[in-house]
């Protein structure tokens, strides 16, 4: 039974959603609580093979959502690998890794239909238990590695 994809998906997607809501005045508590609740405090980011800092990665992620209107978020091919000696609770650590495709359909339109740009990565995260979290769920990812592509949605005629 998998316990590790579905909580990852579940942190990535509030906040992908939150991100895309901020756009239209959307409060960033709502997003800084989401992002809170997926990354450790002391992550360590690797994005195309270079290092980047937590509040880096939350800028990139909030940038990446200018002009959005709608946001749709793929999940391709994901993996999970418990750490040993986890058992089948709620609270498994691990590894997961697999292929996210972010669509994001923006604001601006190109031949009567609007533009979108798609994201393409490739990610493998360690998410383990946050000793200083006292309160819910302890997880968090702690190492994160990205290798991404952007590009703009081919438009058809």
Known sequence: MSILIPWLQD???KIYDISSSQNEG?????????FDAA???NILITINGEEVSRDGLREG???ST????HIQVEWKDLIEVPN?????????????AGQLVTTRSLKFRIRAAPAQNQTITIFQARIENDTTISSGDPRRITQLYYTTLSK?????V
């Open 11 to 13: 942190r990535f997607s």
């Open 26 to 34: 959307g409060p960033i508590e709502d997003f800084s609580a989401g």
């Open 39 to 41: 990354f450790a405090s």
């Open 61 to 63: 992620i909030i940038s």
């Open 66 to 69: 200018f002009a959005a209107t």
């Open 84 to 96: 040993q000696g986890s058992d089948d609770s709620d609270l498994v650590t691990g590894m997961v």
């Open 152 to 156: 703009p949605v081919p438009v058809h």
